[in-house]
């Protein structure tokens, strides 16, 4: 089942978080401060205001729709020329199971193809 989070309130809380000033936002988007914070009390707006205002904050759109319940694997370690690198990723259960079956997908390709060429996979 597809759940839609109320935009406005989570609008809200985002750039709360991420510290954005709400009136540098109303002038990106070409709208009064006022008009603005009647958007984020709203809990519905169009798709085009959505996204630009998404595109401005730095979020994707798709984070006003959830399948289900969210998962989150988080700490992440990857080392870099640069240092370590930390990732948070945040997926829902509908694209962990797509991603999971994807995978399975191209695990029967790869031992069709080696099977063609007379090899084994080692696992």
Same mark, same amino acid.
């Given at each position: ?6 935009? &406005? %309130? ?5 750039? +709360?978080?991420? =510290?954005?000033?709400?009136? @540098?936002?109303?002038?990106? !988007? =070409?709208?009064?401060? +006022?008009?603005? #914070? $009647?958007?984020?009390? #709203?809990?519905?707006?169009?798709? %085009?205001?959505?996204? @630009?205002?998404?595109?401005?904050? &730095? ?15 988080? =700490?992440? *370690? ?7 690198? @930390?990732?948070?990723? *945040?997926? +829902?259960? &509908?694209?962990?199971?797509? !991603?999971?079956?994807? !995978? ?12 063609? +060429? =007379? %090899?084994? $996979?080692?696992?």
């Amino acid at each position: 089942m597809l759940f839609m989070k109320k935009i &406005g %309130q989570e609008l809200d809380r985002i750039i +709360t978080d991420k =510290g954005i000033i709400k009136k @540098n936002v109303a002038e990106k !988007l =070409g709208i009064t401060p +006022t008009y603005f #914070s $009647r958007l984020l009390k #709203s809990d519905s707006m169009d798709c %085009q205001m959505l996204e @630009n205002i998404c595109n401005i904050i &730095g979020v994707s759109p798709a984070i006003f729709f959830e399948d289900g319940p969210s998962i989150s694997i988080g =700490g992440a *370690n990857a080392s870099s020329i640069l240092g370590d690198a @930390n990732a948070q990723i *945040n997926i +829902t259960q &509908g694209e962990a199971q797509a !991603l999971r079956e994807l !995978l399975a997908e191209k695990e029967r390709t790869i031992q069709i193809l080696l099977e063609k +060429t =007379g %090899q084994k $996979r080692d696992k």
